[in-house]
């Protein structure tokens, strides 16, 4: 495995390798939702690159950045373990030493999809933190150069705004997104689980159990917001909708797939989760 911590090093071990490169962008603090991704990487290409970077502009005020987990020696251990059983494969990692590594001389460009998509959902509560991704995200792209990108399904809003930039910019990318993993119990893996504490962490199961109850539900006469009174009345409801799962848009007869997206604050940690029907 090799490790890269700036932006030059980068782009001159790029410019070397003839290889077709498989991208995983990671904020690190890896866990096994992250994992199946590099794994899956690692299969489909002969050289992956992970960037591990926390950007600080996808994080409104107020906002987690400073207390975001920074585990980087423990990040690399776990991604070399892995990379020993993909032995003929190549494993990069891009984890800027300086967040100036990313955001140089006074850099004023941002990327944003301007659609219903980067103003629904979890755009309500965090207005700029699509641009965010996606200003930092193509700016990846643009550095590794993959032929493949891989993003969790758990992120569903900002998977199908990555989606809708790759095709926009007719980006020579393939995004491949991949199924959540979750706890035994349901809970979908995400860094922040760890803010919760032993309490916490049982309430957090409302938002998987909500979200399960409703695709059991789920028929063509579904009265979708007599089940939102029933099951979001408690206090930490941010968000439950259904929207189309090709684009997130109102869900109409003809839809084959739709998707149930939630966001449910436990204390001071705010989770998100989805499901497909
Ligand atoms: O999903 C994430 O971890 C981040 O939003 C990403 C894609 C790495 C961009 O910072």
């Known amino acids: 495995m090799k490790v890269i911590d700036n932006k030059e090093s980068l782009q001159k071990w790029r410019a070397s390798s003839a290889d077709e490169v498989g991208f995983v962008p990671t904020m690190g603090n890896l866990h096994r939702g992250h994992l199946s991704l590099v794994e899956r990487s690692m299969s489909d290409n002969d050289t992956t690159v992970v960037s591990i970077f926390i950007n600080p502009t996808q994080f409104g005020p107020g906002e987690d950045y400073g207390s975001y987990p920074r585990t980087l020696e423990r990040d690399l251990q776990i991604l070399d373990e892995l990379a020993a059983n993909f032995k003929d494969k190549h494993l990069v990692v891009f984890a800027p030493r300086t967040n100036e590594e990313i955001y140089e001389n006074d850099f004023q460009t941002k990327v944003v999809v301007n ?10 509560t965090r207005p700029s933190h699509f641009e965010g991704v996606t200003t930092v995200v193509s700016l990846l792209f643009n550095l590794v150069s993959p032929k ?4 969790g399904k758990k992120d569903y809003q900002q998977l199908k705004t990555i989606e809708r930039m790759v095709s926009d910019l007719e980006l020579p990318i393939e995004i491949v997104g991949m199924e959540i993993i979750r ?71 003809s839809d084959s797939k739709i998707v149930a997206l939630g966001a449910l604050k436990v204390g001071k940690t705010r989770l998100i989760d989805n499901i497909e029907i």
């Open 115 to 124: 659609s219903h998509l980067t103003k629904i959902l979890c755009a309500k």
């Open 148 to 151: 493949r990108a891989y993003f």
């Open 183 to 253: 706890e035994e119990d349901g809970l979908a893996l995400s860094s922040r689980n760890q803010y919760l504490s032993e309490g916490q962490r049982a309430q957090a199961l409302e938002l998987r159990n909500t979200l399960v109850e409703l695709k059991r539900n789920y028929s063509s006469d579904f009265d979708f917001e007599s089940f939102k009174f029933r099951y979001c009345g408690q206090p930490g409801w941010e968000y439950l909708e259904i929207y189309s799962a090709s684009e997130l848009l109102p869900v109409t007869a």
